[in-house]
């Protein structure tokens, strides 16, 4: 179970990065922590034939705050994010969902950007940076673009970076300190890919009532929030929201993404 | 034989290590292939049984789904490595008290994870020890033996500093 | 007998295990870590459908010359592995170590590639072509068994490897027993996942002029006669060696392809090789287990106790017959112990062991028992339920009484002591049923089922000599030996046949041997998995190797103590009658040698030996059987809580308690490991353990990601209970324990989340138990209802 032989680059600066991505002559890859790219390699499942490793370009590996948002590098580990070395915007949302991405060895290496970029659906920050409104930032040789979450995510493995472009940054809008977060994960093994995933960010201060269902077989679902809360918010209301989704495939794909919806509503509540 | 080999400098247990790798030969294979410490070893090599954990500048990391030649300038350190680190001592004392190995394939990954923990965790409760250890699979103790080794590590060093 | 104590380091001492420190230091020794100089690597090409005729292998012209098929193993002689039974109607399958014209299951190795470096094989393995043919595929075995099937082997007139028919008629017991439960019952294809996956270094040793083939097995004698067989090369040109092993559970108790192709190609190129099973091969093309489907009625009176059962069983054996147990053992198997620890009259099975385009299946721990255990639990508890008394009761009511014991069962299975009820009692107090039974009234906060499981078994271990003869495979274990040899320096080296691949051996044959001379642990050493340097023996498997080759070591240790004795005593100018030997001395009175004395004496200083010494020296090779062909019977009672959450199917472990009986035990800390071990494999059994099939035959899982074993928060901290029943037929009263852990989960985890599910209505009889099971039963109850 070995990589396909590729040759590697490790540029110390975007603009040298963004050159190589942009080479038409060879299939090259970005690659960041490689915790996801890294068994797909192995497996064969991706054969490049350059692989650009991004790490060692420092401007994405910083956090800052501007305004009221937090900006988070491409290259930040899970790690980091989960041992908080930095001013929290979402009031520890951010920690507490990075606390639970796989494991700590692979936290270690693993980045956000890297995680969006692969775009699984059960992946935490897919569907937790939905749930926030973050918008991420795109570089390319033809410069920089800003896509917020719900239009980033496309599908399955799919996001919206053309060939040649990568995730430079994460703009997290900070939450008020009224705000309400709820997180549920069906997983059979801790650690183990999420089968329904519910997020629920509720800002009133902001006006901001979010319902994700995510670890969908398509993009996260997000759901109208106030017309949920409207409908009072029963099981009958959130199955009907998610009917025709990627969330309902089958009946008990359907269920378990309710249930999932409702716990994490259940903790906002609470 | 690559025709992309990259010339690497890293430290590696304390020692400097200058190498030519192909860039698609993973960590752990330039660990036991090149430099023969073979005490790290492969489970499954996509990156989530946990035998072939390391450290990378002192934090663990999976040498399978990490290639060589993006460790160059880093510090690696393998279980060979761990021969004088002391908590590692105070984890291979506990994990034979405790039996917490049989076949001895996993352990030197568990060692170096339940290194981080007793660092890290030095709060853990059981529940919380076996969370902060899920990244490593054992096939045969049943991890009992190994919570167990953990526990005590974290207690007796809990009374110490108290 | 007699010669038990706790205290010390002898027989019953709870010491550290010797092989701790260098597997601790990461200075272990496994089959990947060797590289000799010269060393090629070796991919193979496999296919990539289920059932297909090859029409073209195309190899790059770069590539001809490390790149090797069936056409050119056969040139060289080389014979498919036939692993036989002679049980009356066995069809025999011939697997080709590499395809011969047709592939039989998708992983099936077709070609092998010979490179510098694994990944440049696997480089090579990408570039060859095979053209396949698709054929329709059997990837269920009860469809495999309808008229009109595709046929696996052309020759054979269906797809049974073997039909066996067990016990007589129960037609009358069918008609009027009062109490009548069926139940449909399934255990998935597993796969057995050691940490190390198999594998190979295989190299000619010019100066011994021998094959060395060092492999990761737990039979390395049984691996030299099956290679012999199928290269046609005498066995004293073959050694076989197993180095530290990570793991084994049954995966590395069989001759391989892959061995037989490293092998050839060592020779053949003259060239050490290596080949490293990956965790993909582990996963897709091999190591699979455990597939059974039962249709099985239990018959009762009005209390519940057991007047008859009836079973028809499958065992979905995949495409070939594994040697040296061969595709019937399993089933075979099932027939024989179905009936369990119970007591009763009336018995029919009929077991079918079919072949189907799947990887062959491998016993694995616990081999049939975990089926076996988890199909009868379910119809002690459903008889429980049809006569309305607790599942312990109806336990109690049917178990083989300890005034009974010895016991011969309905198969003729002789339990050899123990007091079976007694480990459902304390099961029950130690899980503290009422507890639960009060919680599960008052319901929980949280929405969830609890459940309380029981299951029991008595499980026969190291198996004697009639039961292999009887199903007549390639292996029957006849008298165990193990050789004792004193060393000049006082010390003792122990050579078995045995090979220890985490079961403790190098420490706990030392505590046996001490027990008999008084010799510290630290100057015994133990050589083992090596056809070169140990006696024959087929190997480690079935909870053998402590009854058998423990007590082989005692045997030899005996022999040497009384040479000892005698030289001792000649030193001492006393008779043999006496002096004895204690704390690793001869001792007449206040005299006293030591054995290093009597060691120096033989070796160094001969003059002074009496004129009638054993001219064996200090060195022995003894022989040893049990009183009893028959095996032991070691026996459990597992109980465990679970909570069932309904809304995602999802099931916790509360709380597991094993009560078993081991016998004596030689080191309680390494039974407990064993026993932690083996329920850790029976949790992943019973809730997470599934290789799924499409029905084109082709696997669904192929990574760790789909396929699932328990991690550290899925196993429960399991508490051990010991009853202490010492063996009446063995060494020390020593009973084997190495499978007995993963037996039971299955069954009383089943139990449990039935247990938790009734007031819903709802039953899963299916393992493993996943979310999508348990909400896909309680949707049909819901439906139905």
């Keep these: ?270 | 034989m690559s025709t992309h080999a990259k010339t690497i400098s890293l430290t590696i247990n304390g020692t400097r290590v200058e190498a030519s790798v192909p860039p698609r030969q993973h960590l752990g294979d330039f660990l036991r292939e090149r430099e023969l410490l073979t005490g790290t070893h492969l489970g499954c090599e996509h990156g989530v049984c946990g035998a072939c954990t390391i450290l990378i500048d002192g934090e663990p990391a999976r040498s399978c789904i990490t290639f060589a030649v993006a460790c160059d300038g880093r510090s690696v350190t393998t279980v060979e490595g761990l021969d004088d680190d002391p908590v590692a001592a105070e984890l291979r004392e506990a994990f034979s008290a405790e039996h917490g190995l049989q076949c001895g394939f996993c352990t030197p990954g568990m060692l170096v994870a339940a290194r981080d923990v007793v660092l890290r965790r030095p709060d853990a409760d059981n529940p919380a020890i076996r969370t902060a250890m899920s990244g490593n699979l054992c096939r045969c103790t049943g991890y009992v033996g190994i919570v167990n080794a953990i526990r005590r590590v974290i207690d007796a060093r809990n009374t110490n500093a108290g | 007998m007699g010669e038990v104590s706790t205290a010390g380091s002898g027989v019953g001492a709870r010491v550290r295990r010797k092989e701790d420190d260098r597997l601790l230091r990461g200075r272990g020794r496994f089959v990947g870590d060797i590289a000799l100089v010269g060393m090629k690597e070796l991919a193979f090409v496999r296919s990539p459908v289920a059932h297909a005729t090859i029409t073209g292998i195309e190899i790059p012209e770069e590539h001809r010359g490390t790149v090797f098929t069936w056409a050119d193993l056969a040139a060289g002689g080389v014979k498919p592995i036939r692993a036989v039974s002679g049980l009356p109607g066995f069809k025999v399958s011939e697997q080709p170590a590499l395809a011969d014209g047709k592939v039989r299951f998708v992983g099936e190795p077709v070609a092998v590639c010979v490179a510098a470096t694994r990944a440049e094989a696997e480089d090579i393995a990408a570039s060859v072509f095979v053209d396949y043919a698709e054929l329709p595929v059997n990837s269920d075995m009860l469809e495999a068994v309808t008229p009109g099937a595709p046929k696996v082997h052309d020759h054979w007139p269906d797809n049974v490897f073997l039909e066996t028919n067990v016990g007589g008629t129960i037609a009358e017991i069918a008609a009027t027993a009062p109490v009548k439960v069926s139940r449909t019952i399934r255990t998935a294809r597993q796969c057995m996942v050691p940490l190390e996956g198999k594998g190979v270094v295989a190299h000619w040793d010019r100066h011994v002029e021998q094959l060395v083939l060092t492999t990761s097995t737990q039979m390395p004698h049984i691996v030299r006669a099956g290679l012999s067989e199928c290269l046609d090369l005498d066995q004293g040109l073959i050694r076989v060696v197993a180095p530290d092993v990570g793991g084994g559970f049954g995966w590395k108790g069989l001759l391989q392809p892959e061995e037989i192709v490293a092998a050839w190609i060592a020779m053949r190129l003259d060239r050490p090789v290596r080949w490293t099973e990956d965790r993909r091969e582990h996963l897709v093309a091999a190591a699979n287990a455990r597939e059974h489907h039962y249709e099985i009625t239990a018959y009762a009176d009005a209390r519940g106790r057991l007047l008859g059962i009836e079973a028809d069983a499958w065992v979905d054996a995949g495409a070939y017959s594994v040697y040296p147990f061969s595709a019937c053992l399993e089933a075979a198997q099932v027939g024989s112990i179905l009936p369990g620890p119970y007591d009763f009259a009336h018995y029919r099975c009929r077991t079918f062991s079919v072949c189907t385009n799947k990887p062959p299946i491998v016993p694995y721990r616990g081999v049939a028992r975990t089926g076996v255990c988890f199909a009868m639990e379910q119809m002690i508890d459903a008889v429980a339920d049809a006569v309305g008394r607790e599942p312990w009761q109806v336990r109690l009511e049917n178990l083989v009484p300890p005034e009974k014991m010895p016991f011969d069962n309905v198969t003729k299975k002789h339990f050899d002591s123990g007091d079976y009820p007694e480990s459902v009692r304390r099961a029950v107090a130690a899980i503290e049923l009422d507890g639960w039974r009060a919680r599960q009234k008052a319901g929980e906060a949280d929405g969830r089922l609890i459940g309380v499981g029981f299951a029991t078994y008595c499980e026969q271990s190291a198996h004697g000599t009639a039961v292999y003869h009887g199903w007549g495979i390639p292996m029957v274990p006849g008298h165990e030996q193990a050789q004792a040899r004193i060393t000049p320096d006082g010390g003792l080296e122990l050579r078995v046949g045995v090979q220890s691949h985490g079961q403790s051996m190098e420490t706990t044959f030392a505590q046996v041997a001490h027990e008999v001379l008084g010799i510290p642990l630290e100057k015994i050493k133990l050589v083992h998995g090596d056809t070169g340097l140990t006696p024959y023996s087929t190997g480690t498997w079935g909870s053998r190797s402590m009854v058998m080759a423990g007590g082989a070591v005692a045997t030899a240790c005996r022999t040497l103590a009384e040479r000892l004795r005698r030289i001792g005593a000649h030193l001492m100018q006393a008779g043999p009658e006496a002096v004895v030997l204690e704390e690793g001395s001869v001792k007449a009175g206040a005299a006293a040698v030591t054995i290093r004395e009597i060691a120096h004496t033989w070796y160094r200083a001969p003059q002074l030996l009496p004129a009638d010494v054993d001219r064996g020296g200090l060195e022995v090779t003894a022989g040893y059987k049990p009183g009893s062909d028959h095996g032991t019977f070691s026996y459990a009672t597992h109980a465990v809580a679970v909570a069932v959450d309904p809304e995602i199917g999802q099931v916790e472990i509360l709380d597991y308690v094993v009560v078993e009986d081991a016998g004596t035990m030689v080191n309680p800390m390494v039974v407990d490991g064993q026993i932690y071990g083996g329920v850790a494999q029976g949790v992943g059994t019973a809730l997470y353990e599934r290789m799924p099939y499409d029905a084109e035959g082709q696997p669904l899982a192929s990574t760790f990601a789909d396929y699932l074993i328990p991690g550290f928060t899925e196993v429960p901290h399991v508490r051990i209970i010991h009853m202490l029943t010492p063996s009446p037929y063995t060494e020390f009263g020593v009973k084997g324990i190495g499978e007995g852990g993963a037996i039971a989960p299955p069954a009383a985890i089943c139990n449990a989340i039935n247990d938790a599910l009734k007031p819903l209505g709802v039953t899963v009889t299916n393992a493993p138990m996943t979310p999508e099971v348990i909400l896909c039963a309680i949707a049909e109850t819901r439906g139905a209802a």
């Design chain 1, 1 to 270: 179970m070995k990589a396909v032989d590729f040759d590697y680059a490790q540029p110390a600066t975007l603009d040298a990065a963004l050159e190589l991505l942009a080479r038409e002559d060879v299939m090259v890859r970005p690659v960041a922590g490689s915790q996801s790219l890294g068994p797909m390699l192995n497996l064969r499942l991706a054969q490049p034939e350059l692989l650009v490793d991004i790490t060692r370009i420092a401007e994405l590996r910083t956090i800052r705050q501007e305004g009221d948002r937090l900006v988070i590098g491409a290259c930040v580990t899970h790690a980091r994010l989960e041992d908080g070395d930095y001013p929290d915007v979402t009031r520890g949302v951010l920690p507490s969902v990075a606390a639970v991405i796989a494991y700590r060895a692979v936290r270690n290496r693993g980045t956000i950007g890297g995680s969006l970029a692969h775009a699984d659906p059960a992946a935490d920050w897919v569907n937790v940076l939905t749930a926030l409104g973050a918008d991420v930032v795109i570089a390319g040789t033809g410069g920089r673009r800003s896509v917020p979450m719900t239009d980033f995510i496309l599908g399955v493995f799919e996001t919206a970076l053309q060939p040649g472009e990568i995730v430079a940054e994460i703009h997290v809008p900070a939450l008020s300190d009224r705000a309400r977060w709820g997180y549920y994960k069906v997983c059979r093994k801790t650690g183990e890919f999420s089968h329904a995933t519910g997020a629920v960010l509720i800002d009133p201060a902001r006006g901001v009532q979010r319902c994700v269902a995510g670890a969908t077989s398509g993009k996260p679902v997000v759901i109208d929030g106030p017309a949920l809360f409207a409908d009072g918010c029963t099981e009958a209301a959130m199955a009907a929201h998610l009917a025709g989704s990627p969330a309902a495939d089958d009946p008990i794909a359907l269920r378990t993404h309710t249930v999932a919806l409702k716990r994490a509503i259940a903790q906002v509540m609470s």
